[in-house]
């Protein structure tokens, strides 16, 4: 029922507009009604002060009261005129109706006439004594009530005790009316209400469309793309408009595919890498093999393709191994544990170990390193491999006769190890990817015949273990280098915490 977002927006908008609006017509309707019934209530006593005061009297104490101690011949005596003044009353206040009764609660005088009056004017006998002694006992009464004779109707009551000179209650005033609430009104600010309700609807759903459509939209190319990602296709593209979350995540989501992109051609590198790597060296040495057994090699020449077919085997031992390097780094089996080595006397046995190579292109070395021995803290066969890796890159990658240099510097507590070579250098289009999987800057595989490209991914997962850095600059065609940190610690460090 609730499968699109416009659905979900439209029905939430909804359910707050209902809400909304029986909350405004509750508080709406209550206000009225209490505004009405404080304006009958000043009205009531109004109609209650004028007939007292046509009733009463100044006595010699200056107070107002009846100026004659038999209150039921008053009654009968002047009734004729006092109902002819709730009359006029009557007309000019609008539904008001007024008795008198004695101080027995028993009605002595209304504005009721004949059975023929009309309906909503009250014909009753007796008030509830309850009524009558709050009014003697409080000086005035206000509620609403269901009067006796009146039917289910509810009346709102206002009541003064009358007094005459010799006793302070001898009868009481009732004033009272039925219409104290505002049905029209009342009416009229609902649909009013309702109406406001039902423009705001229609404005709602229509600014909900269009945003709903802003926001699904991307949306839904995305759940496209993602549909051809699945199919194995990453050349589409999400369209961008605006600068918004939803522009955001579709910039990212299109990162996201070129990455994928760029992730799935790595891939399909490093499977012919492989291919070519694992195919190569099987088929030279099936063909040595084959050749000895069968006799087309002779046995003086038998050492020589021996050493050939050792050496194959290395090399598809290296490519097994750093397959294997990888699947436990990626799984998190490969612990590294940290420990103090000197890194200078690493760098000079590594750079020892390529001598031969060094010397059959005649490069110019350097080493720089601010001490004789300088102490890192680290996994020492981790970083080794790391060092090996890049120093023996740099003399693959190096031109003939060209500089190589090796640089170790103290800088902020953390040692940079440089290795730097003039040479082929890489591309600025491929230097963001040097340290993907299955990268290779020799796409034609004349200087590096035996990588497959995953040295440099293994050794920047290696840093980031160690949470270090390793960055490459280079300018293709003159030089390239290649730089790691590592935590540096002093001898009188490892002293103290032994």
Request: net charge negative; with cysteine.
């Amino acid at each position: 029922m609730f499968k699109s977002v416009f659905t979900k927006y439209i029905s939430a908008i909804i359910l707050i507009l209902f809400v909304s609006f029986i909350i405004l017509a509750t508080v709406l309707s209550s206000t009225i009604n209490d505004y009405a019934q404080d304006a009958k209530s000043d009205s009531l006593v109004q109609v209650a002060n004028t007939v007292l005061g046509f009733m009463y009297t100044r006595d010699g104490n200056g107070q107002n009261a009846l100026a004659v101690n038999d209150f039921n011949k008053y009654i009968s005596e002047r009734g004729e005129m006092l109902r002819s003044v709730i009359y006029a009353l009557d007309v000019y206040t609008e539904d008001i109706d007024a008795f008198i009764t004695d101080a027995s609660g028993n009605v002595l005088l209304s504005n009721y006439v004949t059975e023929s009056a009309p309906s909503e004017v009250i014909n009753i006998n007796k008030v509830p004594m309850k009524i009558v002694d709050a009014v003697i006992k409080n000086g005035s009464y206000t509620g609403t009530d269901l009067i006796e004779g009146s039917g289910n109707t509810k009346y709102l009551v206002y009541a003064l005790p009358i007094r005459n000179y010799s006793n302070p209650a001898c009868g009481v005033l009732f004033v009272c009316t039925s219409n104290f609430s505002i049905p029209e009104l009342n009416s009229s600010m609902i649909n009013t209400v309702v109406m406001s309700c039902l423009w705001i609807l229609l404005a709602t759903m229509i600014a909900v469309y269009f945003i709903s459509e802003r926001i699904t939209s991307p949306l839904k190319y995305m759940s496209r793309a993602a549909k051809s990602f699945a199919q194995g296709r990453f050349d589409v593209r999400v369209p961008v408009a605006g600068y918004d979350e939803i522009s955001e995540l579709a910039v990212a989501f299109n990162t996201m595919a070129a990455s994928l992109a760029n992730s799935d051609e790595l891939r399909r590198s490093f499977l012919a890498n492989v291919s070519h790597d694992l195919r190569t060296p099987m088929t030279t040495i099936s063909g040595f093999i084959d050749g000895i057994i069968d006799g087309t090699i002779p046995p003086e020449k038998h050492e020589y393709y021996l050493d050939i077919i050792r050496n194959e085997v290395r090399r598809l031992s290296r490519l097994v191994s750093s397959l294997l390097d990888i699947t436990r780094i990626q799984a998190g089996e490969r612990k590294f544990t940290k420990s103090a080595f000197d890194i200078c006397e690493m760098a000079r046995v590594i750079l020892i170990s390529f001598e031969q190579k060094i010397e059959e292109k005649k490069l110019d070395v350097e080493f720089v390193c601010d001490s004789d021995k300088m102490l890192a803290w680290a996994d020492r066969d981790a970083v080794y491999q790391i060092l090996y890796n890049i120093c023996d890159n740099a003399v693959k990658f190096s031109a003939q006769g060209a500089k190589y240099r090796i640089t170790i510097s103290e800088k902020a507590k953390k040692l940079h190890i440089s290795v730097y070579n003039e040479g082929q250098g890489i591309k600025e289009e491929d230097l963001p990817y040097v340290f993907d999987r299955f990268y290779k800057s020799d796409k034609s595989r004349g200087l590096d015949k035996t990588g497959v490209g995953l040295g440099m991914y293994i050794a920047k997962t290696i840093i980031d273990a160690h949470e270090e850095t390793i960055s490459v600059k280079s300018e293709y065609g003159k030089f390239c280098e290649f730089t790691f940190t590592l935590s540096y610690i002093r001898e009188a460090e490892i002293k103290k915490n032994k």
